[in-house]
C-alpha cells in the first residue's frame, strides 16, 4: 500500500465536501451522528467564532483517494489556573469549557482498513508542529489507540500522555424487535417500561405525538420547562438551543428527526429528543413532570414508546449516549451493551507535562 499523503483544506474546501466527507464516513466506522459533516459544521458555525478558534482539517490521501479525515481545531486556554496552553481539540467538544455542548464517540474518519493508519499519520503530523502543547482526542472509545499513537519516548519528560474523564455510554439492541428486547429486560424494569402502560391510561387518554417541522420551536419549550422542573435548569439555551433547533430543523425533512411529546390527559407531561442516523437512534435529551405521578415512571415509559416506534422503523441500536440518571443508572438496566468513553489529553513541553505528573500523583 502507498503512503498516505497529508492536506490541510481550507474552509471553503471543507464547507464544499460535505458529499466526500459523507462517501468517507459511509466506508467508515466513525459514529454518524457527532463526526458527520452536518454536526461538524454547525457546531463550528455555532462556537467556531468564539475564543479564537481556528480549524484544522487534516485531509488524508493515498493517490488521488481520500482515506482520512481528522475534523481539528486550535485555541489558547488557561490550564491549571497558571499555564497558557496551545490546544488542538476535535471540532465538536470544548474541553474543560462549560459553554459549547459535548460531542461523543469523536475520532478521525477513515475507512475501516486504514483507521490505524490514519490515527498514527495524524499524530506524526501533529507531532512534527512545535506550536502546540495540549491535544485533546475528547469522549472516544479508542483511548487505548490513540495513547499508543503518541506515547512518548521512554526517557522523554517533555510528554504526557493522560486519560481522563472516564464515563460510560448505553445502548438498547433492537436488532431482533421490541418484543425480544423487552424480554431481555430485568422483570422491575420492563414493568416500568411495559406493563405501567395501563395504569398511566387510568390517568387520561394518553397520546404520543411525533413533532412536525412547525412545533419544533413548541417542543423545544416544552423540553425546556420539563426539564427545568427536574434539573433545576433548561436543557438548552443560548446558542446550545440555536444549535439543536436549527439541527432539528433540518433533519425533519430527511425524516432522522424522532422528537416527541408524550400527552395525558391533552397535558404534555414528557418530552423525548432523540435523532435517527441509519440504523442508529439517539437519545438526546428528555425531559418529564417528576410531580405527574408516584405510581409510574414517565421518563421509561415515554423511552419504551420510543423505542417500540424505533424498532418498528427498523433501528437496530437505541444509544442512551453517556451521563447518569439523577436517581439511578436506568441507563444500565435498559441496555445490552456498553461502551467505555474518555479523553486523552496530550502535553509537551517545558511547563504543562510536570504540572500535570504533579497533579495525578498527588490524587
Not at 188 to 197: A, E, G, H, Q
Not at 314 to 320: L, T
Not at 357 to 362: E, F, G, N, P
Request: glycine residues 6%; contains cysteine.
Amino acid at each position: 500500500m502507498s503512503a498516505l499523503r497529508v492536506r490541510r483544506w481550507t474552509n471553503e474546501e471543507w464547507l464544499a465536501n460535505q458529499a466526500s466527507w459523507a462517501a468517507l464516513q459511509a466506508r467508515s466506522s466513525a459514529d454518524r451522528l457527532f463526526l458527520s459533516w452536518e454536526w461538524l459544521t454547525l457546531w463550528w458555525r455555532c462556537y467556531g467564532s468564539t475564543l479564537g478558534r481556528t480549524p484544522d482539517i487534516l485531509a488524508f490521501y493515498r493517490g488521488a483517494d481520500l482515506v482520512g479525515l481528522a475534523p481539528l481545531y486550535h485555541r489558547r486556554v488557561l490550564r491549571g489556573g497558571l499555564l497558557l496552553a496551545h490546544s488542538v481539540q476535535v471540532i465538536g467538544l470544548s474541553w474543560r469549557d462549560p459553554e459549547p455542548l459535548i460531542s461523543e464517540y469523536l475520532d478521525v474518519i477513515a475507512a475501516r482498513e486504514d483507521l490505524d493508519e490514519v490515527r498514527r499519520a495524524c499524530a506524526q503530523v501533529l507531532l512534527e508542529q512545535p506550536s502546540w502543547s495540549e491535544l485533546v482526542i475528547g469522549f472516544t472509545a479508542a483511548a487505548d489507540r490513540w495513547r499508543d499513537a503518541f506515547a512518548p519516548p521512554v526517557s522523554s519528560t517533555q510528554r504526557y500522555v493522560r486519560n481522563t474523564d472516564c464515563c460510560v455510554s448505553y445502548q438498547a439492541d433492537l436488532s431482533e424487535g421490541f418484543g425480544p428486547y423487552l424480554r431481555t429486560l430485568g422483570q422491575s424494569t420492563r414493568r416500568s417500561v411495559w406493563n405501567l402502560r395501563r395504569r398511566l391510561a387510568s390517568l387520561g387518554e394518553v397520546r404520543v405525538e411525533q413533532l412536525r417541522d412547525n412545533e419544533i420551536e413548541e417542543g423545544f419549550a416544552d423540553l425546556n420547562r420539563l426539564h427545568a422542573l427536574r434539573w433545576r435548569r433548561p436543557a438548552f439555551t443560548g446558542k446550545r438551543l440555536s444549535f439543536h433547533t436549527s439541527l432539528a430543523r433540518l433533519l425533519v425533512a430527511r425524516g432522522e428527526l424522532a422528537f416527541s411529546r408524550l400527552s395525558i390527559g391533552g397535558e404534555v407531561v414528557s418530552v423525548l429528543y432523540d435523532i435517527r442516523r441509519e440504523q442508529r437512534q439517539y437519545n438526546l435529551k428528555m425531559g418529564f413532570d417528576p410531580a405527574f405521578s408516584v405510581r409510574v415512571s414517565l421518563g421509561l415509559i415515554h423511552l419504551g414508546y420510543a423505542m417500540e416506534a424505533a424498532a418498528a422503523e427498523q433501528i437496530s441500536v437505541y444509544d442512551f449516549l453517556a451521563g447518569p440518571g439523577r436517581t439511578s443508572d436506568y441507563k444500565r438496566h435498559l441496555s445490552q451493551v456498553r461502551r467505555d468513553l474518555s479523553c486523552v489529553q496530550i502535553l509537551r513541553g517545558r511547563f504543562l507535562p510536570s504540572l500535570y505528573r504533579w497533579r495525578d500523583r498527588a490524587r
